[in-house]
């Protein structure tokens, strides 16, 4: 089994800033990518920023100049400091591992529960 762990999630003003982080634990055996996603109410889930394994990332054009990702792969832990948040920005954010386990072999993708960023403007 592989368990997420989000926190650092919360209400803030606009303009502000949170980190959240995300501790993947259990069987992990190798990690591929590891992000954040967002859903807010009626809308799709969308991809806020990645990190691929060697350092490459990715992110939303809403998010670039104001997140930033990293990781610490000795910790098996992403992070996200959102800097300038906007209500825009209003979310539960999801941690997202792409990782091959103890029972699977292959390349999964396995899904924090969410935390919860609200911006008030």
């Known amino acids: 089994q592989v368990q997420l762990v989000e926190s650092g999630g919360g209400v803030v003003q606009a303009g502000g800033s949170l980190r959240l982080s995300c501790a993947a634990s259990?069987?992990?055996?190798?990690?591929?990518?590891m992000g954040w996603y967002r859903q807010a109410p009626g809308k799709q889930r969308e991809l806020v920023a990645e990190i691929i394994s060697g350092g490459t990332t990715n992110s939303a054009d809403s998010v670039k100049g104001r997140f930033t990702i990293s990781r610490d792969n000795a910790k098996n832990t992403v992070y996200l400091q959102m800097n300038s948040l906007k209500p825009e920005d209003t979310a539960v954010y999801v941690c997202?591992?792409?990782?091959?386990?103890?029972?699977?072999?292959?390349?999964?993708?396995?899904w924090g529960r969410g935390t919860q960023v609200t911006v008030s403007s």
């Open positions: 259990g069987s992990i055996l190798r990690i591929n990518a």
């Open positions: 997202n591992v792409v990782a091959t386990s103890g029972s699977k072999a292959y390349w999964y993708p396995y």
